[in-house]
């Protein structure tokens, strides 16, 4: 079992006891690896690419037995398994997300359906899987042997339900509301597992790196798939969600909104999971710092996606 800590890691500097500061440095250090322009414009111009010849990313082998609880730094392992089970329970069961997004895409987009869904037989057989399916599928498992790993016992879990596909007013509407919910899901996912990142070593960093990367991947295509059908609006309406987390305003205050308020409640749900509330004013507001600085990334980055340039990628 490794009994020292490195000096460097993927994250930058090691700080057994870090600051808010410290951690904050390290968080930086991994925003410009993963989330520079040049990186998440990859992601995104990868899509044409993708629908051709659908090619899920592969990870670098990891050496699962080497996962140990020094491994964490600066976060109590308590703390730290409850966020790995609340992780799961947002991952999984992975077939009921990509099954619904794949019917709300369907009228509108055929190719990122089947990126996202696979094709499925008119009987509900599953033909073919889709990209995104065959990248997350991996993520829950991955949680959960490295929860094993630090513990040696399995985790209890408490999967929620996914929403199934309910088709309101037109094809359009309904899927500017889903995509909301699916982007949103797929920015924390970005966010928590960058965070978890900055608070690991060795190999189990080296989980949340390729987690954290797989994420980047999907939000990156939702985020100008979304730009592209929606100019405008969505930006403003994820800005304005956010300003009312960031201001801790309650989905009851904000009903005359509709969709930002189930936003809203989505976005409390999850950090319900995470044991939100169990966390020290520090950590949360290091998950608040990171939300902001991959915020912050992804604002910028929408500021270069042209009309001509998002049409050149989706039509
Ligand atoms: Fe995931
Ligand atoms: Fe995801």
Redesign the pocket.
Known sequence: MLSRLPDIDSAGKVYPHPSFFETKDRIESVLDQYLTLEKLRARLEDLPVQFENPQPRLWQPIHWQTINQKQVVGIDLKIFLSIIVGAVNT?APIRGYTQTSRQYLEPIHPQLARFVGGVVAEDGTMLELGLWEKE?RQ?APALIKTYIQLTGNKPILSPHAPKSYKPLNNPGDDLYRHGLHRII??YS?VCLYLRLMAHTTGTLQQVFAELLQ??IN?MTKFWGFGIWLFPESYLSRMAGTFGQILTRQHSTQVSHIQPTAHLTRTFHRMMGVLDWNSWSWNHKLELVYTFIRVWHRLWRWSGSLTPEYLQQLFQ
């Open positions: 991952e997350e993520h899901t797929e996912a797989d994420e999907h």
